[in-house]
């Protein structure tokens, strides 16, 4: 292709539950978006078919694109999806003698995660999962580490050949090795790992061993064991599947290595040395794009809300900055990793819709059709009805026009279904029960959205509310109403919003480390200076980490931007702040008194002015390393504005739509022929083969020169 501007060189990929959008973008920052059914069991035919179906609309082939992209960046659910059914490898795991049933014990808030709040109230409905790894794989190993990281209790190194022959015979297909306090002193680790690679060598096996010094030296056994497990438990497996998808991109001329979304938000190689990051990575996409298009367009305050098949995932950006959660929970499991602090309701479009046999009310999911997205699509093989079922049936979505035609949709199987299962036990028309299954939903989300953002001390008054994922234009009216919100944006791309996401994550890779770090407020400048020694120590351990993960990438040293951080507190206090370092080294008592200072300032601004507390001192309880290598971004949309008038190509006709229990007749558009400026009343709906955006009657929307349609109650 002679025009340069028009090369093709970034691609996201958001595999979700029920649909793999793709997102690419070209060198003069145009995009494209498409979009697929997902395929649990070839992701990789899903994002080729994803691909063909958005790079059409350039009018251009696989074959000529792929060989001109510079990266490609995945996200998807499929390795969460393999820890939640416990189909990952078997794992034998080396702990301290006496602590075998630490593991299989568990943290005891892991018995009601995700439960609601009735739920947690009653022990009688607790329950544990089955351990990553059962008691039988589980040995122990004498030797002790102390808190201080001394060693009062030397290896028995005999042991650990015992262990390690216990669970090769077994069957093992992978170890791993956490014991007490490895944060502090990973020797005994690190010894019993080569003592379990000698014998694996002497045997003829190369199964991986993990320690948890060299993966997640943080504190927290639970935490840590978890995290290291999971990585040979669920990551080795899915590095198997990213591994197709590259080599399936590779037979159509690609040239890159594939990145994978990681849970801090940036993106790392699928030969990433520390895979579980990438564990949850879907969501996140579209908390990174929407910070990327709130520093575009100067919002400093967004809520986002993404809803998809599954799931109604929220999450707050404030002062242009998202929140990172230390010890979060993923599929049940309470995990060292920092994660975007995000939080999920179990209900979207493909959320199944039941009736309760002993209340008689409207019971929404947790379970899901996911791709097969319900009755109303025949070849799906579903039998319960799901929202999307309700949809259909109520006239908001065109069943004709789903992912661009190629699934037709029965209207009469969908009405069939709801009036067996729902409208009859309750004693309702089949309209009437659809739209209550609605606006149950939307109530709902409306609830969680407003508590999500109240529970943290804001009020929606000062935020910009981001509405995106394939169904998230249909449910925005109802989900927003009545919270006030400064404004409620929708995307065009919002069904490719979390690839768009993918596309504007930094390469980057992160390494925390926890380190123990205190300077009482009559401290001496001697331990100022000690203090910046240790957390300086720390940071060039994991620069190295930073340095050796983009080596493997090709990358050296010089075209890796390192940026410092750590985790303050005031000493006594529970909770700590993650704070960008100001400086790039640290070694004496002016860039102690300059950390403390970048302290003071953020805890201000999370919390208030008048709530810091210099007095009780500092404490420094871990220190991180993140490192940069600069990557094409997509750039914001602009198009000159054509006044409010919808062109005549944009309409479609009209169809009948039920809201709020009265029929209408709502006037229909196409979302691609829409001009910048139009402006359209409700009752309106606006296709795409991709999303479809509902404006009811009492709302109006306009479409902006960066194609964001601006919904508004009238």
Same mark, same amino acid.
């Not at 070839?42 to 994002?47: C, H, I, L, P």
């Not at 189909?87 to 009601?112: A, P, S, T, W």
């Given at each position: 292709?002679? @025009?340069?501007?028009?090369?093709?060189?970034?691609?996201? %990929?958001?595999?979700?539950?029920?649909?793999?959008?793709?997102?690419?973008?070209?060198?003069?920052?145009?995009?494209?978006?498409? !979009?697929?059914?997902?395929?649990?069991?070839?992701?990789?035919? =899903?994002?080729?078919?994803?691909?063909?179906?958005?790079?059409?609309?350039?009018?251009? !082939?696989?074959?000529?694109?792929?060989?001109?992209?510079?990266?490609?960046?995945?996200?998807?659910?499929?390795?969460?999806?393999?820890?939640?059914?416990?189909?990952?490898? !078997?794992?034998?795991?080396?702990? @301290?003698?006496?602590?075998?049933?630490?593991?299989?014990?568990?943290?005891?808030?892991?018995?009601?995660?995700?439960?609601?709040?009735?739920?947690?109230?009653?022990?009688?409905?607790?329950?544990?999962?089955?351990?990553?790894?059962?008691?039988?794989?589980?040995?122990?190993?004498?030797?002790?580490?102390?808190?201080?990281?001394?060693?009062?209790?030397?290896?028995?190194?005999?042991?650990?050949?015992?262990? *390690?022959?216990?669970?090769?015979?077994?069957? =093992?297909?992978?170890?791993?090795?956490?014991?007490?306090?490895?944060?502090? @002193?990973?020797?005994?680790?690190?010894?019993?790992?080569?003592?379990?690679?000698?014998?694996?060598?002497?045997?003829?096996?190369?199964?991986?061993?993990?320690?948890?010094?060299?993966?997640?030296? *943080?504190?927290?056994?639970?935490?840590?064991?978890?995290?290291?497990?999971?990585?040979?438990?669920?990551?080795?497996?899915?590095?198997? *599947?990213?591994?197709?998808?590259?080599?399936?991109?590779?037979?159509? /001329?690609?040239?890159?290595?594939?990145?994978?979304?990681?849970?801090?938000?940036?993106?790392?190689?699928?030969? =990433?040395?520390?895979?579980?990051? *990438?564990?949850?990575?879907?969501?996140? /996409?579209?908390?990174?794009?929407?910070?990327?298009?709130?520093?575009?367009?100067?919002?400093?305050?967004?809520?986002? +809300?993404?809803?998809? /098949?599954?799931?109604?995932?929220? =999450?707050?950006?404030?002062? /242009?900055?998202?929140? %990172?959660?230390?010890?979060? @929970?993923?599929?049940?499991?309470?995990? +060292?990793?920092?994660?975007?602090?995000?939080?999920s309701v179990g209900a979207g479009a493909g959320s199944f819709v039941r009736v309760d046999p002993y209340s008689q009310s409207i019971k929404l999911g947790p379970d899901s059709a996911g791709y097969r997205v319900g009755c109303c699509w025949e070849e799906g093989g579903i039998d319960t009805v799901t929202v999307s079922d309700c949809h259909v049936v109520l006239g908001y979505l065109n069943p004709d026009n789903f992912l661009g035609g190629a699934l037709k949709l029965n209207v009469e199987r969908a009405r069939q279904a709801i009036k067996t299962q729902v409208a009859d036990p309750l004693g309702l028309t089949v309209e009437k029960a659809a739209g209550g299954v609605i606006e149950i939903l939307d109530q709902s989300l409306r609830g969680h959205l407003r508590s999500m953002i109240n529970a943290k001390g804001y009020n929606p008054l000062d935020f910009v509310c981001f509405s995106y994922g394939g169904a998230g234009p249909v449910h925005t009216y109802g989900y927003t109403e009545g919270l006030g919100f400064k404004d409620v944006i929708i995307p065009a791309w919002a069904a490719g919003f979390s690839a768009f996401g993918c596309a504007t994550a930094e390469f980057e890779y992160r390494y925390d480390k926890s380190v123990d770090i205190a300077v009482p407020p009559s401290a001496s400048d001697g331990t100022k200076t000690a203090s910046c020694v240790t957390l300086q120590q720390a940071w060039d351990e994991l620069a190295e980490k930073v340095i050796e993960e983009f080596r493997i990438n090709g990358f050296k040293p010089e075209d890796v931007i390192l940026k410092p951080g750590f985790s303050m507190q005031y000493l006594g206090q529970l909770n700590d702040l993650e704070i960008d370092s100001p400086l790039g080294t640290v070694s004496s008592v002016e860039d102690w008194n300059r950390i403390v200072e970048a302290f003071d300032e953020t805890y201000a601004r999370v919390y208030a002015r008048a709530a810091r507390s210099p007095e009780l001192g500092f404490g420094i309880t871990g220190a991180i390393m993140r490192g940069i290598v600069a990557t094409k971004k997509p750039k914001v949309p602009m198009e000159p504005e054509e006044g409010p008038t919808p062109p005549r190509d944009s309409e479609l006709g009209s169809r009948p739509f039920y809201q709020r229990g009265v029929w209408k007749i709502a006037k229909l558009y196409s979302m691609e022929a829409l001009r910048a400026g139009n402006e359209i009343a409700g009752p309106a709906v606006i296709e795409s083969p991709a999303t479809t955006l509902v404006v009811p009657e009492g709302w109006s929307t306009r479409l902006d020169s960066h194609r964001l349609f601006h919904l508004r109650e009238v």
């Open positions: 292709m002679n @025009n340069l501007a028009h090369l093709v060189e970034v691609m996201g %990929i958001d595999a979700g539950g029920t649909m793999t959008d793709t997102f690419f973008v070209r060198a003069d920052g145009e995009f494209v978006v498409g !979009k697929a059914q997902s395929n649990p069991n070839d992701e990789a035919s =899903a994002v080729m078919e994803s691909s063909g179906d958005a790079l059409h609309l350039w009018g251009r !082939k696989l074959e000529e694109v792929y060989p001109e992209l510079v990266t490609a960046v995945y996200s998807g659910t499929a390795m969460l999806n393999r820890v939640v059914q416990r189909k990952g490898m !078997k794992v034998g795991l080396i702990v @301290n003698r006496g602590m075998e049933d630490f593991h299989r014990m568990g943290r005891g808030i892991q018995c009601y995660l995700g439960y609601s709040l009735e739920d947690r109230l009653h022990l009688n409905t607790h329950r544990y999962d089955e351990p990553l790894v059962p008691a039988e794989r589980t040995v122990g190993v004498t030797e002790r580490v102390d808190c201080h990281g001394d060693i009062v209790i030397p290896l028995r190194e005999k042991e650990a050949v015992e262990a *390690t022959t216990r669970l090769l015979d077994q069957g =093992a297909q992978a170890i791993a090795i956490v014991f007490l306090h490895a944060h502090k @002193n990973g020797k005994h680790e690190r010894r019993v790992a080569e003592i379990a690679r000698e014998i694996l060598a002497r045997r003829g096996s190369n199964i991986p061993v993990f320690t948890s010094v060299d993966y997640y030296p *943080t504190r927290k056994e639970s935490h840590r064991s978890n995290t290291t497990i999971l990585e040979a438990y669920a990551a080795e497996p899915s590095r198997k *599947t990213l591994l197709g998808i590259s080599d399936r991109m590779r037979g159509v /001329g690609a040239k890159y290595d594939l990145r994978v979304m990681a849970s801090h938000g940036g993106t790392i190689s699928w030969k =990433a040395k520390e895979l579980a990051r *990438t564990l949850v990575s879907g969501p996140i /996409g579209g908390v990174i794009g929407s910070k990327f298009l709130g520093e575009a367009l100067g919002y400093d305050n967004i809520a986002c +809300s993404d809803i998809g /098949g599954t799931s109604f995932d929220m =999450a707050l950006i404030t002062k /242009g900055e998202f929140a %990172i959660q230390k010890d979060p @929970n993923m599929a049940r499991l309470l995990v +060292s990793l920092p994660l975007v602090a995000m939080d």
